[in-house]
């Protein structure tokens, strides 16, 4: 049987417009977009194109947009451009325990340069407190980073409080929207941060693509150094094919963000059909309502999650344990919730997107009854 795709937020398939849009761009449109002659001017026509489709998704200005190679590079700009770019002025920045790797990673780097990273917990629901946020700023404190939906248990983050927040300490603020965009609104005005990333392939664009938002007047340092590319915030000549089709991507999900209301019915239909299997214990991680629209992790308790998958390989999904050396490891985001190891090991995230259908959630209930059973 065909397989069956639960894995959305580990990836998208790239949408049939964006395929569309991009094919010209691998047949004719070569130019260089800084080159002055007919073709370079066709393919800096696309680019601007590309970033002003971006812009309108975020409700943004198309000059604060920044083409990059991705959500880690986005993330990696922001902590360490700020960090260089104001370490005279404080060493201090604030995130939390459930953050991406390409943010814990680079403050792990950071702390060796000689930042102090406050790594701020969660609840049970996976969502910060602001207060623990505002306690935590100190009069070094120059940049304060939280995504905005967790990739694993879909929950939102109270990002305009925080916004707030920091906003009242003249602190810089990011967000990594990478999981958000395309399923909820994002709406930069409203979310009153100062730098936003974003990945293509979580919203039906290629892989490789990405963008940085960065609000006008602010000067950080850049990631990468070179010719000046992206008005000398990002050196490399630009990847027009990319480019359209994240701007593609992005115009997409502005007409098809009613389409995530039919995909939260579909989520809601398989974890209540879920819950009604027999002898089969279940636990929801996440918010029950602050949560991404197609976000379902679940623990099924007192089994193994990794096992479970593989006992139905048509279906691909995605656990929220790992397994070294025979022993069963909670993910961080799930250990920093406070979720017992006996349930957490048996955790597995499925995620729905656009090409979702109710067969394929009848053909997965069948297949996980049948596996349970064992």
């Known amino acids: 049987m065909k397989g069956i795709y639960l894995d959305y937020n580990a990836s998208t398939p790239i949408a049939g417009q964006v395929r569309k849009a991009m094919l010209p761009f691998l047949e004719n449109h070569y130019g260089n977009p800084s080159a002055l002659h007919f073709a370079g001017v066709d393919a800096k026509q696309a680019v601007e194109r590309a970033r002003k489709q971006v812009a309108a998704l975020l409700n943004v200005k198309q000059s604060e947009i920044i083409f990059t190679s991705g959500a880690s590079e986005s993330n990696n700009h922001v902590l360490k451009g700020v960090f260089q770019q104001l370490r005279d002025k404080g060493n201090h920045i604030i995130t939390t325990k459930i953050e991406h790797p390409s943010i814990l990673k680079p403050c792990e780097y950071l702390e060796k340069q000689g930042a102090t990273i406050t790594y701020i917990g969660v609840d049970q629901f996976g969502r910060v407190n602001p207060h623990d946020i505002e306690a935590a700023i100190t009069d070094q404190t120059i940049l304060i980073s939280v995504m905005h939906a967790n990739n694993e248990v879909g929950t939102l983050q109270p990002i305009e409080e925080i916004s707030e927040i920091a906003k009242k300490y003249h602190i810089l603020f990011h967000t990594d929207a990478s999981q958000s965009v395309g399923k909820v609104q994002v709406d930069v005005k409203e979310l009153g941060v100062d730098f936003l990333s974003l990945a293509g392939h979580k919203v039906y664009a290629p892989k490789g693509i990405g963008a940085l938002f960065i609000r006008e007047g602010i000067e950080i340092e850049p990631l990468i150094h070179g010719a000046g590319h992206e008005s000398g915030r990002r050196a490399g000549t630009e990847n027009v094919l990319l480019a359209v089709g994240l701007g593609e991507a992005c115009e997409v999900a502005h007409q098809s963000l009613e389409q995530n209301m039919e995909i939260q019915e579909l989520r809601d239909y398989f974890w209540d059909r879920l819950r ?79 090409y979702t259908t109710k067969s394929d959630i009848d053909t997965t209930l069948e297949l996980l009854k049948s596996a349970l059973k064992n």
Request: contains cysteine.
């Open 276 to 354: 009604k299997l027999p002898d089969v214990a279940l636990s929801l991680n996440g918010h029950t309502e602050l949560r991404l629209p197609n976000t379902l992790n679940i623990n099924f308790e007192n089994r193994v999650g990794q096992d479970i998958l593989d006992s139905v390989p048509q279906i691909a999904a995605s656990t929220g344990s790992a397994c070294h050396t025979g022993e069963v490891n909670l993910s961080p985001v799930l250990k920093a919730m406070g979720v017992k190891e006996s349930a957490g090991k048996g955790a597995v995230r499925f995620s729905l997107g656009r």
